[in-house]
């Protein structure tokens, strides 16, 4: 008797994520086939030459962005594993391209599964990113699904992953899940040297997850036994407690790795933005854990392996603190995209954006008044506008409407099944913007207005009147009343 093997469509196969889950599908060759869409650039030739043995991997030639490519690739699939895409920084540089690639994937793929014989036989897998939920530093840390999305400013990569997750919730798709991924450690980071390094401040988290563990987690869900709760839900990746640490830690701890004393040597505290970026603990990070187990790394273990991987990072920590800071990293600082370029070229836009404005910058001093942060471990939640112990299934207009008036909008549709949380509805905005969503991307997903989302620079005339956004006031500070 021959077992059926199941077929995966992957997508982003020569990225990062992507080649630690191809390593992942190979040690299950016994019962996966993997077709992996690349588009052949030197780059991602060279990733996926690595993987010219792999018994089970199919690689086809081509552009997410063409719609025949991609229906061809799900065409047999049983599942789609959408990990490609543009990220930061190209995306935040070029916001057209991360939306067009993003965002025409996403509906690229939707089409083609609901273009086959059974579209029910497919489970698609769409990832997003914590960027949606933008800059969550304390003491508004702690987040959870269902939060409201407000990209940082000058974010173009997350107001791509928007939209792209609207469209898959929307899709009327019978079987998906839509993970946000977190900050993925893997040993490349390390060897990363780009200005956006100075957009992190170091007060702020960020709840990490290790490469392989986001490898297990996709390959998990393509296996048989996947619990029924996590299709057509929404998810947090996220490593849980041990892997939530500020800015600074992470700092600290690669630098003290690699054999770094003290990494305030390196820098100039004024270089780092202190505002303006993305990262959160999660309260809910344990859910997609609970129902398909997928963590297995520690940091400890995971940076070790990292810092063995990249042995010349150990001459960093042989060198003289002003050679390094010097030599290598203050240039990065005035490259485009870097914080001092901002101030160097008086980018008032950008200055205020990173660091609330020019006065607020050259107040940040030195390190003699730098203190760790130790922003509050004790988890705590936004107010999402309705009765959240209320099972989905009794929804009914009244709650929509109530969701919509936290939002300072309300609820334009007149018939509203109840409990149909998928049903398309028509809302309006405290602006009389009219845009369409279903309770479940509204209420569970924390969408609102797709025409406010996008006007950053918008955001705390917004809250004036959209209680739900108001909740984060700090953001206030980020780009100016």
């Given at each position: 008797?021959?077992?059926?093997?199941?077929?995966?469509?992957l997508?982003g196969?020569?990225?990062n994520?992507?080649?630690?889950t191809?390593?992942?599908?190979?040690?299950?060759?016994?019962r996966?086939?993997?077709?992996?869409?690349?588009?052949?650039?030197?780059?991602d030739?060279?990733?996926?030459?690595?993987?010219?043995e792999?018994?089970?991997?199919e690689?086809?030639f081509?552009?997410?962005?063409?719609?025949?490519a991609?229906?061809?690739?799900?065409?047999?699939?049983?599942?789609v594993?959408?990990?490609?895409?543009?990220?930061?920084?190209?995306?935040?540089?070029?916001?057209?391209?991360?939306h067009r690639?993003?965002?025409?994937?996403?509906?690229n793929?939707?089409?083609?599964?609901?273009?086959?014989?059974?579209?029910?036989?497919?489970?698609?897998?769409?990832?997003?990113?914590?960027a949606?939920?933008?800059?969550?530093?304390?003491?508004?840390?702690?987040?959870?699904?269902?939060?409201?999305?407000?990209c940082?400013?000058?974010?173009?990569y997350?107001?791509?992953?928007?939209?792209?997750?609207?469209?898959?919730?929307?899709?009327?798709?019978?079987?998906?899940?839509?993970?946000?991924?977190?900050g993925?450690?893997?040993?490349?980071?390390?060897?990363?040297?780009?200005?956006?390094?100075?957009?992190?401040?170091?007060?702020?988290?960020?709840?990490?997850v290790?490469?392989?563990?986001?490898?297990?987690?996709?390959?998990?869900l393509?296996?048989?036994?996947?619990?029924?709760?996590?299709?057509?839900?929404?998810?947090?990746?996220?490593?849980?407690?041990?892997?939530?640490?500020?800015?600074?830690?992470?700092?600290t701890?690669?630098?003290?790795?690699?054999?770094?004393?003290?990494?305030?040597?390196?820098?100039d505290?004024?270089?780092?933005?202190?505002?303006?970026?993305h990262?959160?603990?999660?309260?809910?990070?344990?859910?997609?854990?609970?129902?398909?187990?997928?963590?297995?790394d520690?940091?400890?273990?995971?940076?070790?392996?990292?810092?063995?991987?990249?042995?010349?990072?150990?001459?960093?920590?042989?060198?003289?603190p002003?050679?390094?800071?010097?030599?290598f990293?203050?240039?990065l600082?005035?490259?485009?995209r870097?914080?001092?370029?901002f101030?160097?070229?008086?980018?008032?836009?950008?200055?205020?954006?990173y660091?609330g404005?020019?006065?607020?910058?050259?107040?940040i001093?030195?390190w003699?008044?730098?203190?760790?942060?130790?922003?509050?471990?004790v988890?705590?939640?936004?107010?999402?506008?309705?009765d959240?112990?209320?099972d989905?299934?009794?929804?009914t207009?009244?709650?929509?409407?109530?969701?919509?008036?936290?939002?300072?909008?309300?609820?334009v549709?007149?018939?509203a099944?109840?409990?149909?949380?998928?049903?398309?509805?028509k809302?309006?905005?405290?602006?009389?913007?009219?845009?369409?969503?279903?309770?479940?991307?509204?209420?569970?997903?924390?969408?609102?207005?797709?025409?406010?989302?996008?006007?950053?620079?918008?955001f705390?005339?917004?809250?004036?009147?959209?209680?739900?956004?108001?909740?984060?006031e700090?953001?206030g500070?980020?780009?100016?009343?």
């Amino acid at each position: 008797m021959t077992t059926k093997r199941t077929r995966v469509f992957l997508t982003g196969a020569a990225g990062n994520w992507g080649r630690f889950t191809l390593d992942e599908f190979r040690s299950r060759a016994d019962r996966f086939d993997v077709i992996a869409l690349v588009l052949p650039t030197p780059g991602d030739m060279s990733a996926i030459r690595q993987y010219e043995e792999m018994p089970n991997l199919e690689v086809r030639f081509g552009d997410l962005t063409d719609y025949s490519a991609v229906e061809q690739c799900v065409r047999g699939a049983d599942f789609v594993v959408h990990l490609g895409g543009i990220v930061s920084p190209v995306g935040d540089d070029n916001p057209e391209l991360a939306h067009r690639v993003n965002v025409g994937s996403m509906r690229n793929i939707v089409r083609a599964v609901l273009a086959q014989p059974d579209p029910s036989a497919i489970g698609v897998v769409g990832v997003g990113t914590i960027a949606q939920t933008g800059d969550r530093n304390p003491p508004h840390h702690w987040g959870r699904i269902g939060d409201p999305l407000r990209c940082a400013h000058f974010d173009g990569y997350g107001q791509s992953k928007i939209v792209a997750e609207k469209v898959l919730v929307d899709s009327g798709l019978p079987k998906w899940v839509w993970l946000r991924q977190t900050g993925i450690f893997h040993p490349g980071m390390l060897a990363i040297r780009d200005p956006i390094m100075t957009h992190s401040p170091f007060g702020g988290v960020m709840e990490w997850v290790s490469a392989q563990d986001s490898a297990r987690l996709v390959a998990n869900l393509c296996e048989d036994d996947v619990a029924s709760e996590v299709w057509c839900n929404m998810f947090n990746i996220g490593g849980g407690e041990q892997w939530r640490l500020t800015n600074w830690e992470l700092q600290t701890r690669i630098s003290a790795a690699i054999g770094v004393r003290d990494v305030r040597k390196w820098y100039d505290r004024d270089w780092f933005a202190t505002k303006n970026f993305h990262g959160q603990w999660y309260t809910d990070s344990d859910d997609l854990q609970a129902l398909v187990p997928f963590r297995a790394d520690t940091f400890d273990a995971a940076l070790a392996s990292a810092v063995a991987k990249n042995p010349s990072l150990k001459m960093a920590g042989l060198m003289p603190p002003w050679v390094v800071k010097n030599l290598f990293l203050k240039p990065l600082t005035v490259k485009p995209r870097g914080t001092m370029a901002f101030v160097r070229d008086n980018d008032e836009a950008k200055i205020k954006a990173y660091f609330g404005s020019r006065r607020e910058w050259a107040e940040i001093g030195d390190w003699s008044t730098f203190w760790p942060p130790r922003p509050s471990r004790v988890p705590s939640l936004l107010d999402h506008g309705y009765d959240e112990a209320k099972d989905p299934a009794e929804w009914t207009a009244a709650d929509y409407a109530a969701a919509a008036d936290f939002r300072g909008g309300e609820l334009v549709s007149t018939e509203a099944d109840a409990g149909d949380v998928a049903a398309r509805l028509k809302w309006r905005c405290a602006d009389g913007h009219e845009f369409t969503g279903s309770p479940r991307l509204v209420l569970c997903g924390g969408h609102w207005c797709p025409q406010c989302v996008c006007d950053t620079a918008d955001f705390p005339r917004q809250a004036a009147r959209n209680r739900f956004l108001a909740q984060l006031e700090v953001y206030g500070s980020v780009v100016g009343a």
